[in-house]
């Protein structure tokens, strides 16, 4: 029995069984940027980032003793 009948990827495709399925590979690209983002966009965007992932937690910590009550 070949590798390809035991489920084994070969240029793109998977064979399991008598059914092909098709893999679709990833395109990644190895150049610079065409445009450079300013320290304005990255300190804003870090911000965002920031705030988006602790401002949960803070609610939390936050209410913590309402929590501790129930």
Known sequence: MS???KGVVS???LLR???ILVLQRAHI???PPKDKIGPAQTLFTI???AVTL???AGWILHH???YHKR
Do not use: A, D, I, Q
């Open 3 to 5: 590798l390809l009948r």
């Open 29 to 31: 690209y190895s150049k």
């Open 11 to 13: 240029s793109g495709r």
């Open 54 to 56: 602790l401002t949960p």
């Open 47 to 49: 911000s965002v980032f």
């Open 64 to 66: 913590l003793p309402e």
């Open 17 to 19: 069984g008598n059914k």
